[in-house]
């Protein structure tokens, strides 16, 4: 679609005074609904520059082209009450989408824009010795679907997990396992007995304030390199991440580096020292700290009373090393809304150390998930575990294809690709910004607006183009890539017949993917990526139902497995980028 605006664009500006086609083509937009045609431009946003009415603008922009000044991909245009409505030429649109699809394939919807820029993105970041809940999955497939968008737009992905492995709640954690714990407990239990030990702590502090005297004692051993306390403190670390582990293997997420924020202990005292030269650290009764009263935020804490130093402290020194190791285009941290200010903070601390790089510092926060009013604090122990919410969709899916296709081929690996891919896709599907509640309903339907429901569209395609090639065997789970299927179709006029109501509207909704792309990396909203995917396996489903396509006629039948091997494609690349998989049968 956005080469057709581009063209319109220029057709348009051809007939205006002043106005750059650049900007015309930012205003062109597709209307909400078919009768107003496939692009509209709303001529009011055109009206004060050309000192004309919007009515005016668009009657003598319709007459202009209707007059012989047409680029070949509009049929017509109208005025209608200040819009200039636009209807392409079906023909044309398909004969210039569908070969571009098809020579793309994998390829189709990426873009060289990010070439030699890089681009840090820190997530997930779940925190040792307590167990990944269902806010770090959040943070993990937004961050991993940022990742593969801007990697598919040419960026280089630098993807760290940020670990939350340094602080005082170790040293806690050192003195429960030091008086109730055991190794043998530690290897079975793992993250539960961390968990359990950590609750029994608060619980016993509670009566005997002295376990936090040696609480703090403990973790300013490990601040000073004690080796005991490092023993320890490196077991919690491999049990947590043996746990972790499993579902990132389970999502399918990897990382460039696993860096928590104990990687940056000796670079603690430069940044310090570095704050304290540039002026910016005062003493507030034995702590350190930076004020930010002028910008109407709360002064951001360094350096405590006992010399050891926090959250703050890391990021920025985290944020120098990946500057000076990267050097970053953008550096991005998602984690939920609640840390906004803490990013706020620390982005104008590193602006006032005179970084200007400061400004490509960007936080992508998301909202909170709810649980059918389970629980997610952690203090308490009763936390849903993604490890488990993961497991129980894998059943439901399970059972479902038990009932539905039995006699499915790789059962077990499709029910968890779709498991794993309605958890993925329900977490992304509406603004990031937005609170999630969790509905197991809505997650697992295979209607709807959910992963099952595009996988299974998905699905459906494939079937078609092996019924289409004459292969009867099983599907395997994942194809060559591209899969050639058969569809040898003539170039220039095989496309001519795709022109029907369906047809022609699924061509552009295939056509608009590369720009939902775009804008999913431009507004850093993978959702966008997402409900495109819904509404193009919608299109889909709607021409499937309306055209037949294993028709008699050679000609039109070899042009609708054409179209339907773009929609495999776009759907194919659209799943991909958001992390879910796509099994040839379900
Ligand atoms: N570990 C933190 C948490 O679970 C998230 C860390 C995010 N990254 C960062 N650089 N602060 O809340």
């Known amino acids: 679609m956005d080469q057709f605006k581009h063209r319109i664009a220029a057709n348009v500006a051809s007939l205006l005074e002043g106005i750059p086609a650049e900007e015309i083509r930012g205003l062109l937009e597709v209307p909400p609904g078919p009768a107003m045609g496939d692009l509209s431009l709303p001529c009011f946003k055109l009206s004060k520059a050309l000192r004309k009415s919007p009515t005016a603008i668009a009657e003598e922009l319709a007459d202009g082209i209707q007059g012989g000044n047409r680029e070949n991909v509009i049929a017509n245009v109208s005025a209608v009450s200040g819009y200039l409505n636009i209807r392409l030429d079906r023909t044309a649109a398909a004969r210039e989408v569908l070969p571009g699809i098809l020579s793309s394939g994998e390829n189709y919807g990426s873009q060289t824009a990010g070439e030699g820029k890089t681009i840090v993105i820190d997530f997930s970041s779940p925190n040792i010795a307590k167990p990944f809940h269902v806010g770090h999955l959040r943070s993990t497939v937004i961050g991993a679907a940022l990742y593969r968008i801007f990697n598919f737009l040419g960026y280089r992905c630098v993807g760290i997990n940020h670990l939350g492995d340094w602080g005082t709640q170790f040293g806690k954690l050192i003195t429960a396992y030091r008086r109730w714990g055991d190794s043998a407990k530690l290897e079975q239990g793992a993250i539960d007995e961390l968990l359990g030990l950590y609750v029994r702590f608060h619980e016993e502090a509670e009566r005997d304030p002295a376990l936090e005297e040696e609480a703090r004692a403990w973790f300013a051993k490990m601040e000073r390199g004690d080796e005991e306390a490092l023993a320890l403190w490196r077991k919690f670390v491999d049990v947590s991440l043996a746990e972790f582990a499993k579902i990132y293997e389970l999502l399918g997420v990897t990382f460039d580096f696993v860096t928590g ?231 220039d006029n095989a496309f001519d017949s795709l022109t029907g109501e369906a047809e022609f509207a699924l061509v552009k909704q295939l056509s608009l993917f590369p720009e939902k792309v775009e804008q999913a990396a431009a507004k850093l909203e993978p959702s966008i990526v997402t409900r495109y995917l819904v509404d193009a396996a919608q299109a889909f489903n709607r021409f499937y139902h309306d055209c037949p396509i294993l028709t008699e006629d050679r000609a039109l039948r070899s042009a609708r497995l054409a179209l339907v091997q773009c929609v495999q494609i776009t759907l194919r690349n659209g799943l991909s980028l958001i992390g879910l998989k796509f099994p040839e049968e379900m």
């Open 261 to 491: 924020e104990s990687f940056y202990n000796d670079r603690m005292g430069p940044v310090i020292q570095e704050l304290k030269q540039k002026g910016l650290l005062v003493e507030d009764q034995g702590a350190w700290l930076v004020r930010l009263d002028d910008y109407d935020m709360a002064p951001a804490l360094m350096l405590k009373q006992d010399g050891s130093s926090l959250y703050h402290t890391r990021d920025v020194a985290a944020a120098i090393y990946r500057k000076d190791t990267y050097d970053f285009h953008k550096a991005i941290y998602v984690t939920d809304y609640s840390q906004s200010l803490h990013f706020r903070q620390w982005f104008k601390v590193v602006e006032l150390m005179g970084y200007d790089w400061a400004q490509d510092l960007v936080h992508v926060p998301f909202g909170r998930v709810s649980l059918e009013g389970a629980s997610l604090s952690t203090r308490k122990g009763n936390v849903v575990k993604l490890e488990e919410l993961l497991t129980q969709a894998i059943s439901k899916i399970g059972e479902i294809i038990e009932s539905k296709n039995p006699g499915l081929a790789h059962k077990e690996e499709v029910a968890r690709q779709v498991g794993v891919g309605a958890v993925i896709f329900n977490d992304l599907s509406g603004n990031r910004i937005k609170d999630i509640e969790f509905s197991w309903e809505d997650a697992l339907s295979f209607e709807g607006e959910t992963g099952p429901y595009v996988q299974y569209t998905y699905a459906r395609a494939s079937s078609v183009l092996r019924k289409g090639a004459g292969r009867q065997e099983q599907a395997a789970l994942s194809p060559e890539y591209p899969d050639g299927n058969g569809t040898n179709v003539e170039p």
